[in-house]
Every structure is written in structure tokens, then in C-alpha cells.
């Protein structure tokens, strides 16, 4: 159960808005943008204090690179109800996704403390901490998002990549293999833990493991990892591995793709 | 005999073994004390046009053949008629007086220019033994010739390089540089292409209440140029038939060198957000982009960096030119370790400590040189974000610059915070260029500043090294050598690498002499050079701590 059905279960029934609100939470998981966003409208007008409706118009905004309207929403939200953790949270990936650093730190620091358990916060607060270059105190949010979830008892694999590939670039490739067969063991078919193991097995000097982790992840679908950065790690593991008929194969499949994107 | 007894007498005379704690490399900032005094001016006037971002390229070259290093700026211009509408918008070209203060000769030498320029890019094209001046710009790029009086002549239109393209037309270029990709012994010219920019439709992003300059992503990119010497005072240009513009990136920095030892000058497009480009000299006049295969293409995880300066240099001596490119923050700058026998390069970022180090950096120019002459290449990078970023990241976009010292090939300490009390001054840096002006043997940077004044970063690293210069002298080559590759055995057994390049960094242009810092050795014992043509030169027990002029052996 994602945190905005727990806010829609928590909203107050009585409002005049609900029911449209409850329709356009409905038809923004059908992923039926539009169709949700005049619901949201219709709520707002019945009630416009109504703080799950502002909330989720932030989301729907955002989901449209709307940033301007998203803000505008979460702050009024906030405004009507400081507590409103999950609009807090919002509120930082706002901030997030249009680089304002400093501000999700802020505000991720706030959701953090409006909801301790909160294992996305802490998350994101570790990723907006790492891009800034503290890395360490990045690395002990990754650690407390990964518990948070494992306390509520759903851990997740997508939880334990960010601290994975810290300890790559940190170049502490034991704890990095130990994040990600974790994350294995969670999400066996997941893409984007299988290009990291792969990154790791090339760093480790196993480019025929590398290759064929690489390979798999390449089958699998979903995810952040594009098929580009997996084919750029498959070049390099097929050298490594005495097969360049292999890699260039995949340098050919980059190029066409870039045809592709420039036509 | 006597003179090899002489040799080893002041080898070990010299050698003081390895000390406890090397020098610490020093720069004393000294532009407005010998009369450097530029200000490069980018026209940004809240509209956010994105060529305001770029630019501020600095060049050093001897105009005048006095053996004192000169210095010469490009500047921006009005937008959006990109001209130069005052003096404040002129290039400059700063005379060395030979005694470490400069004197403005722009207007003398005919350098004021006219357009938005990028970069500039120095060598001899005509052999003459006076050395030119190619600019890039926006939608202009010009030739000059150097006419050995003092003088430069625009002679853009002539040599064919106004640098129009069949299908994008005048191209926004940032980068150029010199090289003889078909070794003939001419200078040919390599430019890169940004994107496609019109002031008039300026695209707008940010908020509605806060516009900022757009992402690269969303400009469509361009092809790289080349353009054949003809040896006529003309170019062909060969982009087409080369390979060279089949290939649409966002160029910015260039770089070359003979990555696989063949004899062949390649060249390396840092690109802006898309991925960069190798382009492998074929030999046969093609060349076949092999960034991908050669592994400089991307960072290790596949991610396309916000590519910006890049200098090809052999970091840890051993005979292969690695390459070292700088980027935006959370981009960190990239070392590539040539492999050598064409199996391409590795990623050497992570495991030398340049990856976490430079982070939090957005790095234009740099270059790779052994400021405390130890014998390892040390980097320089000349930093700021960009403008107006710092609202976004809680802190000011101007950045202090930064040195790292190569430890030995194996990694790169930040030495930075002991580097001076003027190398800590941040600023809107850009393009750099390096040099030693007051030829002392240890090499100096200067550092165009955007809206600042430029700054002079003399070395006053207190090293008791021995230090050497090559200046080569072509005559089946280029006169100036460029593409030969030099090694130096040294009496204490180590072999050094080098070669002749002045495209160096980010929009700049470097000195040509080919630099050696020797620690201990008071002389090389046997210095070997690969002339572009493949003709080899050796020379033996050459006394340290002077430039040494080698005239290129003609065998009939």
C-alpha cells in the first residue's frame, strides 16, 4: 500500500470533494492523466481545502513536468495542514526533480521528521546528501531506508541499489556485493541490480560473469538502466572476455539507437 | 668517455633521493601586477541565451619569436547581433615583455576581431615558422595569419575555412586545434561543432517565475569539421569524405594523439551531454569513430557526462597517451588509462581518486602537466557552475580552482588548499591555457575569468627539480613538430613520455614545447623523438634545466 492510499483511507470522508477525489485517485492509477486531473479540479471546487485532492494534483502536476503547479498545490496543502507528511514529502521531490538541493534537504529533512518511518524520505534524503558529496552521511540514510523497510517488514530491492552503487564508486566492493545480493535475493529479475552486479564483476576483473549478467539485464525489462549503459558495460566485458566480434556487435546496436533518436 | 664521467658526476652530485614530503605546488596570482588586464564579457543580460555559457577561450603562442610566451584572449559580443559593438567585447593579445609584464598589442597586431568568439587555436599552418591564430565562434570562425611584423591577416575567406557546412550552414563552434592527420608535413585544422543556436528563437525553460538556460538536450547537436591543408595558404574541407561529419555531437574540447602507437594522430570530441567521440585515424584520409570500443565514450556506468575540457597525456609513464576530461557536478571528471596496442582505454577515475574528488566540481579548461617536475603529470582544472546554478545547490556557482598531484602514476592527491592564497579566490573560470612565461622551468596557468578579471597563475613551486623543454623544429614535419611523441631515459633509470600539442583543455591553446620535469636528474640520458612522419631523432646526455632546440634529422 503506497503512502497516498493511506492518505486517501485517512481523508476525511465527510468532504464534499471526496468522491471526486476518490474517482481522480482512481483514474491517475489508470494512468488516465487528463481524465484524473479534471476530477481533481471538480474536487478542488467543491473543496478547496481539501489537502489528499491538492496532493495529489502536486503528483499528477509533477507527472507532467508541471513543477510551477505542483508547488503551488503542496504548498497550499501544507499550509492548510503542516502535519501532511506525505505532502511534505512531495514537497521535497518537487525540489528534487528540479535540482534545487538545497530546498529538498530542507524538506526531506522535515518529512523525516513529520514521519520517521517514512523509508522513502530517508531515501531521498540520502540520495539529495550524496549529490552534494557527503557521502558518508548519504551512505547511513541508504542503511535506514533499507531497515525502515525491512521493520515494516517490505524490504525492497530498489531501496539497496543507491547504497550499492556508492560503495562502487567508493570503491568498497565487498559491502557493494553484499547490497546487491541482497537485492538479488529480493528482486531476482529486476534490471537495473543485475547491470550493477555487472559492474561490480568487471570492477572485481570477472568479465565473463560481467558479460553475463550484462546480457541478462539486457533481456529484462523496467527500470532506470538504459539499454545504452548496458550495452556500453557489454562492450567492454566482451573485450575484456576475448570476444570483440561480441562487443562490437553491441557498440553497432548504441549507434543505431542514436540514429534512431536523432531522426 | 670524459663527457659520460662528466654526466654521471653530476647525476649522483644531483640525486638526492626521494625526501620525506615533496614540494607543494604553489602559484603565486599575478595578472593585475604585469599588466594582464582582461575581462572576458559574456553579454548576459537575462535572457539566458545559451551561448552565454560558453566561450572564453585563452591561447598562448610566441606572435613575435622572442622566446617569450604570449598571451591572447577571446571575448564574447552583443547578443543578439553578435557583434562586437565596443572595446570591451575586443580579443586581446597581450605581448610578454620578457621580463614577466605584458603589454596590450591587440590593435597593432589587428586582433580585435569581430563576433562572438569560443576558442582559439595556435599553429603554424603555413610553415613559416611564425605562428597563426584560428578562432571559433558563433556562427563566424576566423583564420589569421601571422605576417612575422606584428601583424595578423584575416585570411578566412581565402583559406576556405569560414567553417560553413552544406546542410547546417555557419555552425556555432566551440573548440579547435591543430594536427597533421595525414603526416604530409601541414598543418590540418579540426573544429567542433556545439549545437544549433538562433537568438531569435532562444528556447525557455525553468518556471514560469524563474527562467534559467536550457539543458543541452534541448538543442539539436552538430557535426565536427575537419579541413585539409593544402599547402597553398588553403583548405579543403574533408569533413564529409573523412567520416568526420557522419556524426552528430555536442562538441566541446579536443584533444590528439597517437592513442595506438601507429604512427596516426586520432582525435577525441568531448561531447556535451551525449556521448564523446574517438576518432580513429585510418590512414587512409577516413576515420571511424570508435569512442564506444576504445571506452572513453561514456562514463564507466554508461552515463554521458556534460564533457567539457580534455588533454591527452601519459599519466604514468608508461609510453601510452591516457586522456583526461572534465565535466559537470555529479558528472566527475573522467581518466582514461590507454591500454596500449589499440585494446583501447579503462577507466582509471574511481581507482587514481579523481572520480570522488571531483564531484562536486563543474570543470571547463585543464591540462595535464608535471607542475613540481618530479616526473609525473600533475592536472589543473579551471572551474566554476554554471552561472546562477549555486541558487540551486545552496552555494556560489564561482569555484576556486583546483591542482591534483599525480602521485607517483597511481593516484591524484588535491593539493589545492596549500596551492597559494590566490589560487583560493573563486571565480566564474573558464578557459585556460599553459605556459611559462618567465621561463623558469616550472609552468604557469592563465585563466580567463567570465565577467572578471583573467588571472596569471605564476609557479612558484619550491622544487629543487631538474626540468627540460623540447622545441621542435619540422622540416619534413610540421616546423613545430606537433604529433611527435618524445621519451626521456633519465639517469635514474625512469623513462618519460611526452608530446607536441597545443590542443590542450577547453577552447584554449597551449604551448607547443614538449616539458619534462626530471626530479632528481640533472640531465636525460638518451632523449628519443618520433616525428610525425615516423622518422625517429635521438640525442644523448642533454644537460636538464634549459630549452633544447631540435631541428628534425632530413636523412636523403
Not at chain 1, 68 to 95: H, K, N
Not at chain 2, 172 to 195: C, E, H, K, R, T
Amino acid at each position: 500500500m503506497t503512502p497516498l492510499v493511506l492518505i486517501l483511507l485517512a481523508a476525511a470522508p465527510t468532504s464534499p470533494g471526496y468522491p471526486a477525489y476518490q474517482k481522480a485517485n482512481t483514474l491517475f492509477v489508470e494512468q488516465k492523466f487528463n481524465e484524473s486531473f479534471a476530477a481533481i479540479e471538480e474536487a478542488l471546487r467543491l473543496d478547496p481545502k481539501l489537502v489528499p485532492a491538492l496532493t495529489l494534483k502536486a503528483k499528477l502536476a509533477m507527472a507532467v513536468n508541471r513543477f510551477d503547479v505542483a508547488r503551488q498545490s503542496l504548498l497550499q496543502a501544507l499550509a492548510i495542514d503542516p502535519t501532511a507528511e506525505y505532502a511534505q514529502f512531495l514537497y521535497g521531490m518537487e525540489a528534487f526533480l528540479t535540482n534545487d538541493t538545497e530546498q529538498a534537504m530542507l524538506r526531506f529533512r522535515k518529512a523525516r521528521q513529520l514521519n520517521p518511518s517514512d523509508a522513502h524520505a530517508a531515501l531521498y534524503l540520502g540520495l539529495t546528501t550524496e549529490s552534494l558529496g557527503q557521502t558518508e552521511e548519504a551512505l547511513s540514510l541508504y542503511q535506514e531506508a533499507v531497515r525502515l523497510e525491512q521493520a515494516a517488514g517490505k524490504p525492497k530491492a530498489e531501496t539497496l541499489l543507491p547504497g550499492a552503487r556508492l560503495l562502487l564508486l567508493l570503491g568498497r566492493l565487498d559491502e557493494c556485493e553484499r547490497w546487491i545480493h541482497q537485492a538479488l535475493k529480493l528482486s531476482p529479475n529486476l534490471r537495473d541490480t543485475h547491470f550493477e552486479f555487472a559492474r561490480l564483476l568487471l570492477q572485481k576483473g570477472d568479465a565473463a560473469k560481467a558479460a553475463e549478467e550484462g546480457e541478462m539485464a539486457l533481456r529484462l525489462s523496467g527500470g532506470t538502466v538504459t539499454d545504452v549503459q548496458i550495452h556500453y558495460l557489454l562492450i567492454r566485458a566482451w573485450q575484456k572476455n576475448g570476444s570483440p566480434k561480441r562487443a562490437a556487435e553491441h557498440a553497432e546496436t548504441v549507434r543505431a539507437l542514436e540514429t534512431a533518436v536523432q531522426k | 668517455m670524459c663527457s659520460r664521467l662528466v654526466a654521471l658526476a653530476l647525476v649522483f652530485a644531483g640525486f638526492a633521493g626521494p625526501t620525506a614530503s615533496p614540494p607543494q605546488i604553489r602559484f603565486e596570482e599575478i595578472a593585475a601586477k604585469v599588466g594582464l588586464r582582461f575581462e572576458l564579457r559574456n553579454a548576459a543580460a537575462g535572457q539566458f541565451h545559451q551561448i552565454e555559457l560558453t566561450g572564453g577561450g585563452v591561447a598562448v603562442l610566441d606572435y613575435n619569436n622572442d622566446g617569450c610566451t604570449d598571451i591572447f584572449f577571446t571575448n564574447g559580443a552583443a547578443i543578439p547581433s553578435l557583434r562586437k559593438t565596443g572595446p570591451e567585447y575586443h580579443n586581446r593579445l597581450f605581448r610578454n615583455n620578457c621580463d614577466m609584464t605584458f603589454t596590450d598589442v591587440t590593435e597593432e597586431a589587428g586582433l580585435a576581431g569581430e563576433g562572438y568568439s569560443m576558442a582559439a587555436a595556435i599553429g603554424d599552418f603555413d610553415n613559416d615558422g611564425f605562428t597563426d591564430i584560428f578562432l571559433t565562434g558563433v556562427k563566424r570562425n576566423t583564420l589569421y595569419r601571422n605576417l612575422g611584423n606584428g601583424r595578423f591577416a584575416d585570411i578566412t575567406a581565402k583559406a576556405g575555412v569560414d567553417g560553413t557546412d552544406p546542410k547546417f550552414g555557419k555552425m556555432w563552434s566551440v573548440s579547435a586545434g591543430w594536427l597533421d592527420y595525414d603526416n604530409d608535413g601541414w598543418l590540418d585544422l579540426f573544429i567542433s561543432n556545439y549545437v544549433v543556436w538562433d537568438p531569435a528563437k532562444e528556447p525557455r525553460c525553468g518556471t514560469p517565475e524563474q527562467q534559467f538556460y536550457c539543458h543541452p538536450n534541448v538543442y539539436q547537436g552538430l557535426p565536427d569539421q575537419l579541413f585539409h591543408n593544402n599547402h597553398d595558404g588553403t583548405f579543403t574541407d574533408v569533413s564529409q569524405s573523412s567520416g568526420i561529419s557522419r556524426h552528430i555531437g555536442k562538441g566541446m574540447g579536443v584533444a590528439f594523439a597517437d592513442v595506438d602507437g601507429d604512427g596516426l594522430i586520432s582525435i577525441f570530441v568531448a561531447n556535451d551531454s551525449v556521448r564523446s567521440f574517438l576518432f580513429r585515424n585510418q590512414g587512409n584520409g577516413t576515420f571511424k569513430e570508435a569512442g564506444l570500443e576504445a571506452g572513453v565514450a561514456l562514463r564507466e556506468d554508461g552515463y554521458a557526462i556534460a564533457g567539457m575540457g580534455a588533454d591527452f597525456r601519459d599519466f604514468d609513464n608508461d609510453g601510452k597517451p591516457d586522456l583526461v576530461v572534465s565535466g559537470m557536478i555529479n558528472d566527475s571528471f573522467l581518466l582514461f588509462h590507454n591500454l596500449g596496442g589499440g585494446h583501447g582505454f579503462d577507466d582509471y577515475s574511481q581507482r587514481t581518486g579523481l572520480l570522488m574528488a571531483t564531484r562536486q566540481l563543474t570543470g571547463w579548461s585543464l591540462g595535464m602537466y608535471d607542475f613540481d617536475n618530479d616526473g609525473w603529470k600533475d592536472i589543473f582544472f579551471a572551474l566554476s557552475h554554471l552561472v546562477e546554478l549555486g541558487r540551486y545547490m545552496g552555494r556560489d556557482s564561482a569555484l576556486a580552482n583546483r591542482v591534483f598531484r599525480n602521485v607517483e602514476g597511481k593516484r591524484f592527491d588535491d593539493v589545492s588548499a596549500a596551492a597559494g592564497a590566490g589560487f583560493q579566490q573563486s571565480g566564474m573560470h573558464r578557459g585556460a591555457a599553459f605556459a611559462d612565461f618567465d621561463n623558469d622551468g616550472r609552468i604557469d596557468a592563465v585563466v580567463s575569468v567570465v565577467n572578471g578579471p583573467a588571472k596569471l597563475f605564476h609557479n612558484i613551486t619550491a622544487s629543487k627539480s631538474h626540468w627540460l623543454a623540447i622545441k621542435l623544429q619540422g622540416r619534413r614535419s610540421n616546423r613545430q613538430g606537433l604529433g611527435a611523441t618524445v621519451r626521456v631515459h633519465l639517469p635514474d633509470g625512469r623513462d618519460l613520455y611526452n608530446q607536441a600539442t597545443t590542443s590542450v583543455g577547453y577552447a584554449s591553446s597551449s604551448e607547443a614545447l614538449v616539458r619534462f620535469g626530471l626530479g632528481p636528474n640533472p640531465l636525460a640520458e638518451k632523449i628519443e623523438i618520433r616525428w610525425p612522419g615516423r622518422g625517429v631523432q635521438q640525442l644523448t646526455n642533454v644537460p636538464a634545466d634549459r630549452i633544447t632546440e631540435v631541428i628534425e634529422e632530413v636523412k636523403p
